[in-house]
C-alpha cells in the first residue's frame, strides 16, 4: 500500500475570472500514482481523492 502525507502534497488554487468563485485543492489521487492524461483504465483508479478548500469570502 501507498502512503502519502498532505502536507507533501502541492495545493492548487483555482479562481474564476470574475472572482466570485474560488477553490484550493490537493490531488490525492494523482500523488498516489494515478496518471491523469492517461485513458488506459488499467492506469487509474476506480474513483478519485481530492482535498478542497473554499477560501473564506469565496463561492464554490
Known sequence: MKKVNL???K???W???GGKYAISFKGISE???REPA???L???HP???EWNRV???KCN
Open 38 to 40: 492517461s485513458l488506459d
Open 11 to 13: 495545493e492548487e488554487p
Open 15 to 17: 479562481q474564476s475570472p
Open 7 to 9: 502536507t507533501q502534497i
Open 55 to 57: 477560501p473564506a469570502g
Open 47 to 49: 474513483f478519485d481523492l
Open 31 to 33: 500523488a498516489l500514482g
Open 42 to 44: 488499467s492506469k487509474r
